[in-house]
């Protein structure tokens, strides 16, 4: 019988602990937000994450950027959000309008600032496992921490990442190996037999592409770890790029809605909360 990992009961748990935690700190963090407001899922998502942060304590100022904005332009609003001693955190929802090239604004945040950990320097930090306090990008952060609260130690696992951006596939394919997992990463050229064979013999999987129903049961190793970053709007509904039929092979899954998302969001606030804490030293 497949146990659902629950992201939206540990991430309350974890807003519940920020909440406490910042209280006793007696900072207010200020989270500087920039994205593009005529993306839907921008929209949405943004607006779930400040919620989130007005709940634990934590400030959050949203700088909209106009459909005509240029790398330069948003990378002028990046500049003055790193000098601004009032931020203690600067996010940059992608994807941006379309002439703004995401990764070099990622890459422009100051890296004490970068609390979605997607700039070079803390991904660079990341890959090289180095020691010590710096932002990791929140999904897969969310999900070692959801990985963690039910005991599920990568060690020694088949770990199969399927999806490589810098928002996801990268970080977490670097977390798991980090967390001495054997990883493979599974990307668009990857042949469809070699996808299905390495599925096979996962002992967890963590999927993130954006197509609805891309991962389907008859992959899935009887018992196997899945967990589903897929967010995709279907007829208005959220689903995943797990078929729902994985529940009966899945040992362990995450649902959509309910199991990544609310990881991401709680796992941003702590990242914030870190950021504004190192900067009070
Ligand atoms: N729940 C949450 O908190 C979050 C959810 N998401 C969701 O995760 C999904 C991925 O997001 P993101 O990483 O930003 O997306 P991107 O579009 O940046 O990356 C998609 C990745 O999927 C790979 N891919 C596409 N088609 C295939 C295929 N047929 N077989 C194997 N790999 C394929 C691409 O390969 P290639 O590199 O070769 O192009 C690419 O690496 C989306 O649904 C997004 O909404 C993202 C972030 C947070
Ligand atoms: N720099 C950056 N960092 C991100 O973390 C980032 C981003 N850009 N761009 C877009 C993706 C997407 N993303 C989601 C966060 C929460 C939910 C979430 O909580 N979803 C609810 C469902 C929401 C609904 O009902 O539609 C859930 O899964 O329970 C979904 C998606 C963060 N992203």
Known sequence: MVQILDGKAVAKALREQLTTELAASG???????????ADDGSRLYVGMKQKAAAKVGIETRDIAVSADATTESVEKIVAKLNQDASVSGILIQAPLPKEVDDAAIFAKVAPEKDVDGLGVTNQGRLFANEAGNYPVAATPKGVMTLLNYYDIDPRGKRAVVV??????????AALLLNADATVTVAHRYTKEETLNNLLA?????????????????????????????????VDGKACGDVEAAAADKAGWLTPVPGGVGPMTIATLLESTMEAALEQAK
């Open 201 to 233: 013999e996962a002992d967890i999987i963590v999927v993130g592409v954006g197509i609805p129903g891309f991962i389907k049961a008859s992959q899935i190793k009887e018992g196997a770890v899945v967990i589903d970053v897929g967010m995709n709007l």
């Open 27 to 37: 900072l207010k963090p200020t989270l500087a937000v920039v994205f593009d407001p």
């Open 163 to 172: 999806g490589r951006s810098q928002l996801f596939g990268r970080p977490m």
